[in-house]
């Protein structure tokens, strides 16, 4: 595991387009990273040899005009290497550095029964707006400071920092 670097970003689409497919793009979560850099200082990656085998975005974010949050995903693993605890061990590897950097919250869209035991639980329904259509039970989050998820309200927005 590492972290990212705009050289990887060949082999990261790569990744996502055999993990992810085509229909990615569609994905409510694409609107809010759409005009961001790629590659934040949080994105992971992991490798065998000159091989890149999954990697994770995060993107730094405000929620009701407040920084500190960072949006997790997408997080591909090339079909190939499935269930070797990848996307685990770069999740964990992303966390840690958001810590280290002071992010209070990290949010994402997906399935709590997979995220939910990495410590990811639901979000009050409404409490955090997207900019179009998601699933409000899909909507997860992990608090990183405590009380972070109470503080936070309103629209989800990519920024360019943690604050």
Same mark, same amino acid.
Request: hydrophobic share 40%.
């Given at each position: ?7 990887? #970003? ?42 890149? #085998? ?53 949010? #994402? ?42 503080? #936070? ?11």
């Amino acid at each position: 595991m590492r972290l990212a670097r705009a050289e990887d #970003l060949p082999a990261i689409k790569k990744v996502h387009q055999r993990a992810l497919g085509p229909g990615r793009y569609a994905l409510t979560a694409y609107r809010v990273r759409e005009g961001t850099p790629p590659i934040s200082d949080f994105c992971q990656v992991a490798e065998c040899g000159k091989h890149l #085998l999954a990697a994770v975005r995060f993107t730094p974010a405000s929620i009701g005009g407040q920084h500190g949050a960072l949006l997790l995903g997408p997080i591909a693993v090339d079909p190939d290497h499935l269930n070797r605890g990848l996307g685990r061990a770069l999740i964990d590897a992303g966390i840690a550095k958001a810590r280290e950097r002071g992010a209070q919250l990290i949010l #994402l869209v997906g399935d709590s029964s997979y995220y939910g035991r990495l410590g990811f639980s639901p979000v009050p329904p409404g409490q955090i707006k997207f900019p179009g259509p998601v699933n409000p039970a899909r909507i997860l989050a992990m608090e990183l400071v405590a009380g972070a998820l109470t503080r #936070l309200t309103g629209e989800l927005r990519a920024s360019e920092s943690l604050g």
